[in-house]
């Protein structure tokens, strides 16, 4: 069904063995209930080799696949979603680099993420309204001087933003006459006329702080490019894609984890005298959600290692369909994930809404899961457009 | 179309309620929510606005409304969106139990503080081990003479930290089958081996002080019995 060599299942054990040695229980209802970002437990994932293993040996990563990053995103959300959210999305905002960086940025900064202690974050997801036609930038070129930009506006919802060293953004090209392509940069945080403003907690991925990222007349030239300044529809597709990729990866995990919990509660739950997995209620409940794990890890796994074969050249026809698979991957992956840990928080009865019992944080997590990484209307946009 | 019949009266009960909640209620949501917690002052003043138990008798202090004043109730308070100040469960949960099979000295006792918010009103039937499957709470009501004596654990019970007055599940220890042995009992804030645990932390509904109750050697005066013992799963 699900084929995975020796070598993947030694990776979905030692994810597993590191998530239950180091995503203490106690740490996350804390970590959770005041939006903490993990900065120890991310540094000892750093030790182990869990971060970036897809970027290539010469810059630190480990020369795996996108598909292998899905597989560990779901060992460690099964053991607890927000910790590995938090693990899998300290390093979201360096794929950029990974795609599109010049040499020497990738040889600078992708050290640093993987095995240092900086952290990029970025706000390309402020640029998913293109796909659904709109066109609102959110941060304005002001004028350019000198081959200089200044730029106004506001970035919103930047995950990591509070605690990032670098911001990766783009504007559409439109504001400078280059209607292809996107102007893409990689600032640092602490530059002169940029202002982080954390967010309030929100309802899940609580280990992922958010902030918006304030504009006023910053200046950046060409030295702040990623890359050559520009890049096109396809490669912004490609970043997308790989990040919905994890997403749907994350959502595994969490619609397996919240259905572990649901398993081993109903098997020693007793009400009416009787097991509760003895009630045909329950047995239909949870072959139902069986089922639904499964059906969103095949789409999933299919589409990673379909995504782990294309590179810069692959045909816009090509990667558009295998986006096209890779957003329907998210989407069911998300749904699973909703679905599963709704029904696991209705198995455990009241005890599934009290937080100790760690199954409603999976549900909350889940729901972001479809907000984000493109929320759902543009991922079924991705879709549609490949379609007709 | 107006399907549920109101009158003329509802409408301005309505009006008056979303008026309270704009200016007492919606404003300290989010210090409640924080607090976990809605203070006992609000429930007050609420009661003497009249909003409390709005279907329970004039001769009680209540408005004597119909079941429609409960149904905006509900509704007005759902529309602040936080579920803290649970004044349905008070009013159309809990003391329509004492209303319906308290005797008369308990009711002119409890229902006028009720209505005023001085007595906030909880439920307690859930058990750790018994939730769906009521019949099996292992709460016991000893009779001994004078008195019945409470033990047992009670949890998820709502309004359990800022309640002063209880309905309680418990079976009689001498009688065999569940379903006869289980009758519903008042505990008061304040009686000897009734202890209040911690509040529960919750996915939501922050504001609202979810909690586990105890009772070691409750003693509780025989009158305090709701109904005909054993009736529970009768009625
Ligand atoms: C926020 C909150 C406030 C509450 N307030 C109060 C209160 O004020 N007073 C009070 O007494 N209680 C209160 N409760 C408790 C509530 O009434 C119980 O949670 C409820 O009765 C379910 O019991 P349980 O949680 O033990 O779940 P269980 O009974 O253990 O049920 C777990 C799961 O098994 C299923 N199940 C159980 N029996 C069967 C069956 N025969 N066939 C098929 N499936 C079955 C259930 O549907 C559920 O999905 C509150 C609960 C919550 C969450």
């Given amino acids: 069904m699900v084929n995975l060599d020796k070598f993947q299942k030694d990776i979905i054990k030692a994810a597993k063995e590191f998530a239950k040695g180091e995503f203490e229980p106690e740490a996350a209802l804390e970590y959770d ?30 020369g795996l696949t996108y598909f292998e990053e899905v597989i560990l995103s779901e060992a460690l959300a099964q053991v607890d979603s927000t910790f590995g959210i938090s693990i899998m999305y300290s390093v979201v905002g360096a794929e950029p680099i990974f795609l599109f960086g010049s040499e020497e940025q990738k040889s600078e900064f992708l050290p640093k993420v993987i095995e240092g202690d900086e952290i990029i974050c970025h706000a390309l997801g402020n640029n998913y309204d293109f796909i659904l036609g709109a066109n609102s930038p959110c941060i304005r070129v002001e004028s350019i001087q000198d081959g200089a930009f200044i730029l106004n506006g506001e970035l919103s919802n930047v995950i990591n933003g509070p605690c990032a060293d670098w911001l990766i953004f783009c504007i559409h090209g439109s504001q400078i006459h280059r209607d292809e392509d996107f ?7 602490d530059m002169d006329g940029i202002e982080i403003e954390p967010k309030v907690k929100g309802l899940g991925w609580s280990m992922c702080p958010r902030a918006n990222i304030v504009f006023n007349n910053v200046e950046l030239d060409k030295t702040y490019f990623l890359r050559n300044g520009y890049i096109g529809k396809k490669e912004l597709m490609r970043f997308w894609a790989s990040e919905m990729i994890i997403i749907a990866g994350l959502c595994l995990g969490i619609a397996k984890g919240s259905l572990d919990k649901a398993l081993d509660y109903v098997k020693v739950r007793e009400q009416f005298n009787k097991k509760l997995m003895d009630f045909p209620v329950t047995r239909e409940k949870i072959s139902e959600m069986l089922i639904k794990v499964l059906q969103a890890r095949l789409i999933t796994y299919n589409a990673a290692k379909a995504l782990s074969n294309t590179t810069r050249k692959t045909s816009w026809k090509k990667l558009s369909k295998i986006v096209s698979q890779v957003s329907m991957a998210k989407v069911s992956s998300a749904r699973a994930a909703k679905e599963v840990s709704d029904q696991s ?7 599934g809404y009290m937080r100790e019992y760690h199954v409603e944080r999976f549900y909350r997590d889940a729901k972001c899961c479809e907000l984000l990484g493109g929320n759902i209307h543009a991922n079924r946009e991705l879709i549609i457009q490949n379609a007709v | 179309m107006q399907i549920l019949p109101y009158k003329k009266e509802h409408h301005e009960f309505r009006k008056r309620l979303r008026e309270f909640c ?29 909003f409390l138990c709005p279907t329970v008798d004039k001769r009680y202090g209540g408005l004597g409304g119909d079941f429609l004043y409960s149904v905006i109730l509900a509704e007005e308070i759902a529309y602040t ?45 859930t058990e750790p081990d018994a939730g769906s499957d009521l019949s099996s709470i292992k709460t016991i009501a000893q009779d001994q003479g004078d008195y019945f004596v409470l033990n047992g654990s009670k949890t998820f019970i709502s309004n359990g930290i800022n309640c002063d007055l209880v309905v309680v599940a418990a079976r009689d220890p001498d009688i065999e089958d569940p379903y006869k042995a289980m009758s519903l009992y008042l505990v008061e804030d304040g009686t000897e081996g009734f202890n209040k645990g911690n509040k529960l932390d919750k996915m939501g509904m922050h504001s609202q002080d979810t909690a ?23 009625c």
């Fill in chain 1, 33 to 62: 209930g005041e939006g903490v970002f993990p900065h120890e437990v991310i540094n000892k994932a750093k030790e182990l080799g869990f971060i970036g293993i897809h970027f290539s040996e010469q810059y630190t990563g480990a």
């Fill in chain 1, 183 to 189: 102007c893409i940069f990689l600032v640092p945080l």
């Fill in chain 1, 345 to 351: 928080i209705q198995l455990l009865g009241g005890y």
């Fill in chain 2, 22 to 50: 704009k200016k007492e209620v919606i404003p300290n949501i989010p210090m409640w929510e924080q607090q976990k917690l809605v203070p006992k002052e609000v429930w007050q003043h609420m009661g003497r606005s009249g």
């Fill in chain 2, 81 to 125: 969106n936080h579920s803290g100040l649970f004044a349905s469960l008070h009013s159309d949960v809990v003391v329509p139990y004492i209303v319906s099979y308290g005797s008369e000295e308990i009711k002119q006792k409890y229902l006028p503080g009720c209505v005023k918010g001085d007595i906030i009103t909880a439920v307690a039937m």
């Fill in chain 2, 212 to 234: 586990e109750l105890f009772f070691v050697n409750c003693k509780i005066p025989k009158k305090n019995i709701l109904g005909q013992k054993t009736m529970v799963f009768l």
